[in-house]
């Protein structure tokens, strides 16, 4: 294996949203609840539904689904908390990543969402410097194309996905002929072989 393609959230950084609720309630006041309550769902819905994420579809999406005012103003205050979240990164990554740069293997990223929010949490963060290349948002997982891109001149067959989405970490990359791992933290995925519970696994893997 010689790229090892990582996902972002939920597999190398677990964030605390709590600020970006506060936000939501602030603005939305007694609908704020609700907006929380919602939000991922929609988020889901969205990439379900878009080949991309764009800030003005992303704000027109939020307005429809949950009709109250989503204004431009509220979309780059959200995205401004965001791009400064707090988060823990997994425990084992930075010797992961340590172990597999002292192999000479390369890192990317790829992650749905909107690129100037990934790509400041990533240069925040103690990962940035072991990372090759970062791919965001030209592209949503599970569509082939963000894969493709992902891989770029490498060969298929030497790079592998791991990331904790079935869909968009596993699945999808196997449509392609790629290499994948379902990095599942809570064992939830039984009948699954190729996963790991930890990252650090990684490392007895390759
Ligand atoms: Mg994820």
Redesign the pocket.
């Known amino acids: 294996m010689e790229r090892f393609i990582f996902?972002?959230?939920?597999?190398l950084l677990f964030s605390d949203y709590k600020e970006e609720k506060r936000y939501f309630n602030e603005v939305f006041k007694e609908k704020g609840e609700y907006f929380n309550t919602n939000i991922n769902n929609w988020l889901i819905e969205y990439e379900k539904t878009h080949i991309r994420y764009d800030k003005e579809l992303l704000r027109k999406f939020l307005e429809e689904k949950s009709n109250l005012p989503v204004t431009e103003i509220v979309i780059d205050n959200w995205l401004d908390i965001s791009k400064n979240i707090n988060y823990e990164i997994e425990d084992t990554a930075i010797e992961v990543f340590e172990y597999l740069k002292r192999k000479g293997k390369n890192i990317a990223i790829l992650?749905?969402f909107i690129r100037e929010v990934q790509e400041k949490r990533i240069k925040n963060s103690e990962l940035f410097p072991y990372i090759s290349d970062i791919y965001c948002g030209n592209y949503l997982k599970p569509n082939s194309k963000s894969y493709f891109e992902a891989i770029g001149s490498y060969d298929i067959k030497k790079c592998i996905m791991i990331?904790?989405?079935y869909e968009?970490?596993y699945l999808g990359p196997r449509n392609i002929g790629m290499n994948s791992l379902l990095?599942d933290k809570d064992d939830q995925y039984k009948n699954i072989k190729d996963k790991v519970k930890s990252l650090n696994k990684i490392k007895e893997l390759y």
């Open positions: 996902d972002l959230d939920n597999t992650t749905n990331g904790d989405s968009n970490d990095y």
